[in-house]
Each structure stands twice: as structure tokens, then as C-alpha cells.
């Protein structure tokens, strides 16, 4: 079921994506059809750490029991949720491919005083991983 208001265009998904609570509600909603569920154990008995922004399983059997929503996902990287799913929107909704440059011109991305990482080569990252998991999934 596609929500009425999802964005359209490149400008709605950055205001969109830029409240984090529906951010994580959009990404949970996509990522776990039937309710969330622990991505080491599968159990469904988790509880919710909502300052964390993350869930915790109620099964302490294994060793991480702490999960975001990026947690065993091509999104499991310091890039923010809401950059990443700006990226993919981008990139999904582009007819002729997305470039790594736009992507950090519409992220808005710099490079933190002290990072070993270029903005450009976060982009070209998130652009990357985004591209091979619609190809491995066959969406393209």
C-alpha cells in the first residue's frame, strides 16, 4: 500500500525525510511488513528505546541485542537514516542514474573537521551500495 503522502519530488523527500520520527517510522514500516522483528534472533518480543531511536530484544541470548533499523541492511554505516533515504529516493526515482556529486549537493554533505572521509566519497558510497542492492534485487 503506497502512503498519500510519500514524496513526489526531490525537494518533498528532503523535508520529508528531515523529521527523523518518520523517517524511522517510513524505513520500519519498508524494512518489517509484519512488525519489527530482532535481526539476530528473528524473535518478535523487542521493546522500543524511542530516545535511541532503537529497539531492544527481550531475548538476551546473543550478543547484540540493541538494533536500529539499519542494522543488517545496506544502510549499516554512520550516514545518517535520513541522508540515506534521501539517496535512495534520488536514485530510484532517476531515469538515467543519479551522479555521486548530485547526491552530495542535495545532501548538503561536508566534511566534518577532523573526518578521513570526503563528502563526495560518502555520496558515491550510498549511491554505490543503493545501485547494487536494486540491481541484486532486480528492480532495475
Not at 518489517?32 to 522500543?48: D, M, Q
Not at 549499516?76 to 532517476?94: E, Q, R, Y
Request: glycine share 6%; hydrophobic share 40%; net charge positive.
Amino acid at each position: 500500500m503506497v502512503n498519500v503522502n510519500e514524496p513526489k519530488t526531490l525537494e518533498e523527500a528532503i523535508v520529508y525525510f528531515s523529521n527523523l520520527d518518520h523517517t524511522l517510522a517510513y524505513a520500519a514500516s519498508r524494512r518489517w511488513l509484519h512488525g519489527i522483528a530482532c535481526p539476530a534472533c528473528g524473535s518478535k518480543e523487542v521493546r522500543s528505546l524511542a530516545k535511541q531511536r532503537r529497539w531492544e530484544c527481550k531475548y538476551g541470548d546473543h550478543l547484540k541485542k540493541q538494533f536500529s533499523v539499519k542494522v543488517g541492511t545496506v544502510m549499516d554505516s554512520p550516514i545518517g537514516l535520513d541522508k540515506w533515504l534521501i539517496a535512495m529516493w534520488a536514485v530510484a526515482n532517476s531515469k538515467n542514474g543519479v551522479s555521486s556529486y548530485k547526491i552530495k549537493r542535495d545532501l548538503g554533505r561536508r566534511k566534518p573537521h577532523g573526518s578521513c572521509c570526503s563528502a563526495y566519497v560518502k555520496a558515491w558510497a550510498a549511491t554505490r551500495r543503493t545501485t547494487l542492492s536494486l540491481v541484486e534485487f532486480r528492480i532495475f
